[in-house]
């Protein structure tokens, strides 16, 4: 019985290379059948094997089969791989492109022609004769040099499209044309060569070669499938494995020589098929998860993306429609100011004072949400301005404290104030405005959420350990739930309870004062023992420098009683 190694090792490697050209063509269709790109690179592959099993057939025919006949269907079988390069070149990496109907004919028209004319005539194949090595060799008629013409043509343009493709793709796509050219490149080189140029010189010893070189396309491919996800490579690599491992079992099969013998393969075989099917569907299983996991990452990539787009133009939004409000606003607020003041005249009657009073308090309101939500959008865009000098913190806070001390004992609440000895010894390099804006929303916040007959403590101190000077403003008001401390600093964020207390604010106050203390790398927080037990609001800035630590706290005395207003 013959044995591979009786067989020509041209033949065999011609086998081997056909056979794994028509599986990975196979295998890769199953993927997808209705894929353009892998329909394409299916019809090369078969065109390929069908090439090299035509072949094959043409070097090993016993006498009494018509040769002729098989060397006329090896060049309609060659003919059809440069056609099925070109729609592969045009729709791998971008399946979504399309060929039209009259374009496709126009392709195919030449081959049908080249078919024609070496099946129907000699004009192709004038005969077939035995080399004195007993090797079938073809003798060319007049018309295989319009065969040689096609052929070149049609690869050369196969390899124009694909270097036009990769110059104007990029990212993943570029990748996957890159290895696809060189080894279509290759492989086109090594068939022109020994099948075209060589023969045409005369010498067609170095024909079998042709489709040797095939595997320099299916070598490159199978790069792309690995480091570039052109195919799942390793579902790929394990059905090809399956396939010849589940051929070689079945020839085996076939070739027992005693029923024993056949039954043990029988139930090998079976045995590995079942392991074969569980260990495919599990490849395909993890396949279609890896496919879920990308989409969902490439479609939240996208969804991040708008978002960010979204979010620019809100704050554009904002922007600009906070400034077209906040001129009228402020034009309302000062006039309502001056009426009160008197400016126009004595306003008759206490009703009239009220309902303008209202209106002041309104448009007030109106303008300092308005500045939150300008600010918002300066930090969130990175124009935030600051004019940082050597401030005195006591001497901002005394300004502040003047300015709510009226609306303070108009609500019943009464304010303590810690005297300083050495205002020198707290001064902090700041933003006089953004440090009074952050103040004063501490102290609108205390006064607003602290009832009636309540109490407002503002101490100024020094951190023992790191010389901060940290400002604390406590009141005995609401309290903070446990639950809201986390989310306290953070955009639009308030309290339920407070907001049935207190309905009017945007929950930017704390957002911003926070963003405001990290541009001075100072910070802010809060503490509270819960709800309805008060509240302290500490603001920590880095000290400027001056006095020795000892300087300055030396005169701090923490028991010292505070001062009424």
Do not use: C
Request: overall charge positive; proline content about 4%; aromatic content about 10%.
């Amino acid at each position: 019985m013959p044995t591979i190694f009786d067989i020509d090792i041209r033949i065999f490697l011609q086998i081997l290379i056909g056979a794994i050209n028509f599986a990975l063509g196979i295998l890769v269709l199953l993927r997808d059948w209705k894929n353009t790109s892998n329909q394409s690179f299916t019809a090369v592959t078969t065109g390929m094997a069908l090439w090299v099993f035509t072949r094959v057939l043409f070097q090993l025919a016993p006498s009494g089969i018509p040769i002729e006949v098989i060397a006329k269907f090896l060049f309609i079988t060659s003919g059809l791989v440069p056609l099925f390069i070109i729609p592969l070149v045009i729709y791998i990496g971008d399946s979504q492109r399309h060929i039209p109907l009259r374009t496709g004919f126009l392709i195919i028209t030449p081959w049908l022609i080249v078919a024609g004319l070496a099946a129907l005539t000699d004009e192709i194949v004038s005969a077939v004769a035995i080399s004195p090595v007993g090797e079938h060799v073809v003798i060319y008629g007049g018309g295989f040099y319009y065969f040689a013409v096609y052929m070149i043509t049609y690869l050369l343009t196969g390899v124009y499209i694909l270097i036009k493709r990769y110059i104007e793709t990029s990212g993943l796509v570029k990748a996957q044309l890159r290895y696809v050219l060189a080894g279509s490149s290759t492989s086109i080189l090594i068939g022109l060569t020994t099948n075209i140029i060589l023969p045409l010189l005369g010498v067609t010893s170095y024909v079998w070669l042709g489709p040797i070189g095939t595997i320099a396309l299916v070598a490159f491919i199978s790069i792309a499938m690995t480091k570039h996800r052109l195919w799942n490579f390793r579902l790929v690599a394990t059905e090809i494995f399956v396939f010849f491992l589940l051929i070689i079992l079945l020839v085996q099969i076939f070739i027992a020589d005693t029923p024993e013998r056949m039954l043990v393969r029988v139930g090998t075989f079976f045995l590995i098929s079942l392991f074969s099917f569980f260990l495919v569907r599990e490849s395909l299983r993890e396949l279609k998860t890896q496919g879920r996991i990308q989409q969902l990452s490439r479609t939240l990539i996208a969804a991040n993306s708008r978002l960010r787009e979204i979010d620019v133009q809100k704050s554009d939004f904002v922007s600009i429609a906070s400034h077209q409000l906040r001129t009228p606003l402020t034009v309302i607020k000062g006039y309502t100011s001056m009426l009160l003041e008197g400016t126009f005249g004595a306003l008759i009657n206490e009703h009239q004072r009220s309902i303008v009073d209202k209106i002041y308090r309104s448009s007030e309101h109106l303008v300092t949400m308005i500045d939150d939500f300008l600010n918002i959008a300066r930090i969130e865009r990175g124009q935030m301005s600051y004019a940082f000098a050597k401030i005195d913190l006591n001497n901002v806070v005394r300004e502040i404290v003047e300015d709510v001390k009226v609306s303070a004992k108009s609500e019943g609440l009464t304010i303590l104030y810690e005297p300083l000895r050495e205002e020198e010894g707290y001064s902090v390099i700041a933003d006089h405005l953004k440090v009074a804006q952050v103040v004063s929303n501490l102290f609108d916040n205390a006064v607003k959420y602290t009832p009636r007959g309540g109490t407002i403590t503002v101490r100024i101190t020094k951190d023992p350990g790191t010389g901060n000077v940290v400002l604390s403003i406590t009141d005995t008001g609401m309290g903070i739930a446990p639950e809201t401390m986390p989310r306290l600093f953070k955009r639009f964020s308030r309290d339920m309870k407070m907001k049935r207390f207190h309905g009017e604010g945007s929950g930017l106050g704390l957002y911003i004062a926070r963003q405001i203390m990290d541009a001075h790398n100072g910070s802010i927080w809060a503490e509270s023992p819960g709800t309805g037990k008060g509240s302290t609001f500490f603001v920590s800035f880095p000290r400027a420098h001056g006095k020795t630590l000892g300087e300055e706290i030396k005169g701090f005395n923490p028991h010292q009683e505070p001062q009424r207003i």
